[in-house]
């Protein structure tokens, strides 16, 4: 039976009126009450255990090991041991796509994917024998796809990851996995391998093509402590031969999974068109620069006051070529400081009180919307809370680097990027006062009104993709 992963869908979106009926083509009268919802249960944490076997790393201790959400970022959970079996607890309500387990001792290192763990539920790192080698070749393997696909773990579904790790671990016994799998055991099982403080493994970066551009067995590591991981008689003390091994195993699998967005899966996710998840984002930090490089007032037409938050506004375009009044009202229907933006880790959310605002929604391919951001409480009124007044910003729905999401990171009161009429961006940066849909204003064939990538170290390039780590693509289990 083939099920429908529809995923970050806020609280307020199912409850709201009118809320997601336009997208299954029913009829929304004015007025529409409100559904109750009911009382929420309270939210439970998300647990994830595992054993570690006592070979690599004897008498187990809560500061041997490491989580990672899908984005790579450092997770905090409540870890207790029992002998070689840990226990982690994640905040209550929190879930997690995409998660590694990483245990280090001096240079031992072992990782184990994680595909999902979800609030009120309790899932295994590893398999019966624990986080070995095994699961640490599938996690290397898993990281060095994504990573060639320019994707985190958090953009896959996890339906998607749990089929990949099953396909690495039954394809290990034969060809190019198993060869990769077995240098990844002889490099692990290496009892005198101690010289140095490298870690023996780490995350891999390869290039889409699969060439390594880090590799996963760390370089430092294997020049003090030379293997003969190949077996070929001779100690190896470069990556070389494990970078080749690597390659030739990325090509014998591939991710599998079936997206709303094309057009093969719209009637079996029950859609009538192609549908994506959309997250927006704005970034409510100070000290950010605009276009020009030039810092932005975030208070030139916002009132930084008391109790005030992120919101959205907006509404389905008048070019856009889908019109829907359901949507309309999703996305706000112009009304200001009423649609939720988060900053607490859920939502799309990257992390909770990083000053980065966002929300999510599920969206027709090729709609085109319009949209700011306002800086007040709710219920309030545009004086004082919109970033700018009047003219808006313009996002065309369209995945254009292919993680099947749409995500778009706006800076607050940027008035230099996809802001349609009285743009700041100056001729000399390929400003001309206006935003249309074709406009491209940097010549890097990615239309200003999509998504595209953003300035990640603050030197005015835009230079990497954002994939919000707690978004996942809507999906359905492949038939």
Known sequence: MRKLIRVLAPVWLLAAACGLEGLFGQAVEPGHPTPDAGTPPDPQPAVVTGTVPAASVPELI?????????????????????????TASFPAGERYAGMRVVVTRGTVTLRAVVPQALPGETTAAGDF??????ETAAALLIEAKASAAGRSLSSYPAATLETAVADVAEGSAAGALKTFFDHVLAVDSC?????????????????????????????????????DYDDDGTEEDTTAKFDAALQAALEAFDFKACYCDEAAHVAACGFDKPMIQVVVAADFNSGRKDGNCDTIDRFRWAEDQAGARVFFAGGVHPD????????????????????FMFDD????????????????????????IGYKFTWGRQGDNWGGTEEWPGNRRILEVQDVNGDHLVARLDLFADESTNKDMDNTLLPANGGNGAVTWETDANGDGIPDARERPNDSDGDCTLDTWWTPSSALPLTIDCP
């Open 62 to 86: 809560a500061g041997d090991l490491a989580f990672l959400d899908g984005g790579g970022a450092p997770l905090a959970p409540t870890v207790q041991i029992e002998g070689q079996a840990f």
């Open 129 to 134: 024998d624990g986080l070995d080698n095994r």
């Open 191 to 227: 009892s005198t391998c101690d010289r140095g403080t490298a870690p023996r493994f780490r995350a891999p970066v390869v290039t889409p093509s699969g060439l390594t551009v880090e590799s996963a067995l760390h370089p430092d590591f294997i020049l003090a402590n030379p293997i």
């Open 320 to 339: 856009s070529p889908f019109q829907d009044p359901a949507i309309e009202q999703t996305l706000g229907a112009w009304n200001p400081n009423q649609v």
């Open 345 to 368: 880790g859920t939502h799309g959310d990257d992390r909770a009180g990083d000053g980065i605002w966002t929300v999510a929604f599920q969206l027709p391919v090729g709609m085109r």
